[in-house]
């Protein structure tokens, strides 16, 4: 069964950094893509960023919302994704959510989330 | 970046009944190899989001043949042929065709 669990979330102040960790089982981690998205408190989830399989390069793309303050990683010998974020701010408070891709970018398992929280 | 919008926002369904929801982009979603990358979630109260549809017509695993997808290029819907009380929530589409993927506004769905 494919698991993925985020964890790191918690309450940080303005301009401070914050790293999530996206721990996932029951799949071959390197063969996939992994994204995280984010929602806030009655929003819609909003996508930030993809890491591609080394298949495809390990390819990064961002949101302009994060682009430059965030920083996807992933470990394949772990099968973690990471998601370093630094400056942040009060509009980044959300819930955090990592996901497996599948074909173009289908998020196809979505964990709980972390929640992130910016006062 | 593509903008998706999606109608209705709000439907009440009586549970054995069938229910259609919308969404349309702002650009094609149809990819050179043929595929339409349109992603329908469901994420019901309290959940995280779920994966229904992918490529616009596939479900994903475990997902009732009740839920279905059609559509190509701009216009795309979802059909639950008889809802259950289990598929209240909201539904969302989102568009995978490029980056930034980006979701319609969402249809909150329930029970009459």
């Known amino acids: 069964e494919v698991q993925v669990v985020e964890s790191g979330g918690g309450l940080v102040q303005p301009g401070r950094s914050l790293r999530l960790s996206c721990t996932t089982s029951?799949?071959?981690?390197?063969?996939?893509?992994m994204s995280w998205f984010r929602q806030s408190p009655g929003k819609g989830p909003e996508w930030l960023s993809v890491i591609r399989s080394k298949a495809y390069g390990e390819s990064i793309e961002y949101a302009a919302s994060v682009r430059g303050r965030f920083t996807i990683s992933r470990d394949d010998s772990t099968s973690i994704a990471y998601l370093q974020m630094s400056y942040l701010k009060t509009e980044d408070t959300a819930l955090y959510y990592c996901t497996r891709d599948i074909d173009r970018g289908s998020a196809a398992n979505w964990g709980l989330g972390t929640l992130v929280t910016v006062s | 970046d593509i903008v998706m919008t999606q109608s209705p926002l709000s439907l009440s369904v009586t549970p054995g009944e069938p229910a259609s929801i919308s969404c349309r982009s702002s650009q094609s979603l149809l990819y050179s190899n043929g595929y339409n990358y349109l992603d329908w979630y469901l994420q019901k109260p309290g959940q995280s989001p779920q994966l229904l549809i992918y490529?616009?017509?596939n479900r994903a695993s475990g997902v009732p043949d009740r839920f279905s997808g059609s559509g190509s290029g701009t216009d795309f819907t979802l059909k639950i042929s008889r809802v259950e009380a289990e598929d209240v929530g909201v539904y969302y589409c989102?568009?995978?065709?490029?980056?930034?993927?980006?979701f319609g506004p969402g249809t909150k769905v329930d029970i009459k």
């Open positions: 989102m568009q995978a065709v490029e980056i930034p993927r980006t």
């Open positions: 029951g799949f071959t981690f390197g063969d996939y893509a």
């Open positions: 490529l616009a017509s």
